[in-house]
């Protein structure tokens, strides 16, 4: 199938709502809706909260339309899997002409995003061939619905590197929207990382204030990411559970530009019990 018919068969099931809810409160719900049902496969600590979310969302619809959700889930799975290469949900989100113009809302297209991304790894190849830590790790300080990341994830696998176990993702956006965008197209595509909801400049990176999505392959590969054995790190204690995360440490590049410290906020994860 065509990314085109998978695109007009989400837009058939999405209008099936449209007779009773408004367009932009049914997008909401189908986000949050497949983001916590990926995210709730893990017993974090945020696991009940949204659990609690997600039922007094689904309850609002009809048991028909309850159902719509699924299938619209599904097509986007489906979409992902038979062509990776794309920003399926910021081009539907642009479709549906629901980009929030007083927040400056503009998803970079995806062929744009891929030709930073070979940039990136072709800089990264020239300097070192290989990684001190044993995985890359990439960040996108805004977001949006994740087409910087998904383009990294492909250039990466077309340069030989399996992004699913090798790449260490971190995403964040101060629009709750766009994050789970992000999130849930990372999360289908198998991505390890942790989309974080929150002020990129006022609370940059694992801030209280913030809210955490780590997707389902991050959990998986966890272990990948903790400090290397012989660098002072306890890889016992790092091993004994889930996160708690405070706040991501952040630094100040040659250029006065900030950049987050991955590896000091990695240090910072904590069993939670």
Same mark, same amino acid.
């Given at each position: 199938?065509?990314?085109?018919?998978?695109?007009?068969?989400?837009?058939?099931?999405?209008?099936?709502?449209?007779?009773?809810?408004? =367009?932009?409160?049914?997008?909401?719900?189908? $986000?949050?809706?497949? &983001? +916590?049902?990926?995210?709730?496969?893990?017993?974090?600590?945020?696991?009940?909260?949204?659990?609690?979310?997600?039922?007094?969302?689904?309850?609002?619809?009809?048991?028909?339309l309850q159902d719509s959700f699924t299938e619209l889930l599904a097509i986007v799975a489906l979409a992902l899997d038979e062509n990776p290469e794309q920003d399926f949900?910021?081009?539907?989100?642009?479709? /549906?002409? /629901?980009?929030? !113009?007083?927040?400056?809302?503009?998803?970079?297209?995806?062929?744009?995003?891929?030709?930073?991304?070979?940039?990136?790894?072709?800089?990264?190849?020239?300097?070192?061939?290989?990684?001190?830590?044993?995985?890359?790790?990439?960040?996108?300080?805004?977001?949006?619905?994740?087409?910087?990341?998904? +383009?990294?994830?492909?250039?990466?696998?077309? !340069?030989?590197?399996?992004?699913?176990?090798?790449?260490?993702?971190?995403?964040?956006?101060?629009?709750?929207? &766009?994050? /789970?965008?992000?999130?849930?197209? $990372?999360?289908?595509?198998?991505?390890?990382?942790?989309?974080?909801?929150?002020?990129? /400049?006022?609370?940059?990176?694992? !801030?209280?204030?913030?809210?955490?999505?780590?997707?389902?392959?991050?959990?998986?590969?966890?272990?990948?990411?903790?400090?290397?054995?012989?660098?002072?790190?306890?890889?016992?204690?790092?091993?004994?559970?889930? !996160?708690?995360?405070?706040?991501?440490?952040?630094?100040?590049? &040659?250029?006065?530009?900030?950049?987050?410290?991955?590896? &000091?906020?990695?240090? =910072?994860?904590?069993?939670?019990?």
């Amino acid at each position: 199938m065509k990314d085109s018919d998978y695109k007009k068969e989400f837009l058939n099931v999405f209008a099936r709502f449209e007779y009773k809810y408004s =367009k932009w409160e049914v997008w909401q719900d189908f $986000l949050y809706l497949a &983001a +916590a049902s990926m995210a709730n496969v893990f017993p974090t600590k945020e696991r009940a909260e949204r659990e609690k979310t997600y039922l007094s969302i689904i309850k609002k619809y009809p048991k028909e339309l309850q159902d719509s959700f699924t299938e619209l889930l599904a097509i986007v799975a489906l979409a992902l899997d038979e062509n990776p290469e794309q920003d399926f949900l910021g081009e539907l989100y642009h479709r /549906l002409n /629901l980009q929030q !113009h007083q927040k400056g809302q503009f998803f970079t297209p995806y062929h744009i995003c891929e030709f930073m991304s070979e940039i990136q790894m072709v800089e990264q190849e020239a300097e070192d061939n290989s990684w001190e830590k044993g995985y890359i790790t990439v960040g996108d300080c805004a977001c949006g619905a994740g087409a910087m990341l998904i +383009a990294f994830a492909n250039v990466a696998r077309k !340069h030989k590197i399996n992004f699913q176990t090798e790449v260490l993702f971190f995403a964040q956006d101060i629009d709750l929207t &766009a994050a /789970l965008m992000c999130y849930v197209q $990372l999360s289908l595509l198998g991505c390890s990382a942790f989309v974080i909801v929150g002020d990129s /400049l006022a609370k940059p990176g694992f !801030h209280p204030d913030n809210q955490i999505w780590c997707t389902p392959m991050y959990y998986v590969n966890w272990w990948r990411f903790r400090k290397p054995s012989g660098s002072g790190g306890n890889e016992e204690t790092a091993a004994e559970g889930v !996160h708690e995360v405070s706040i991501l440490p952040v630094t100040e590049g &040659a250029s006065g530009q900030l950049a987050f410290d991955f590896d &000091a906020g990695l240090e =910072k994860m904590k069993k939670v019990s």
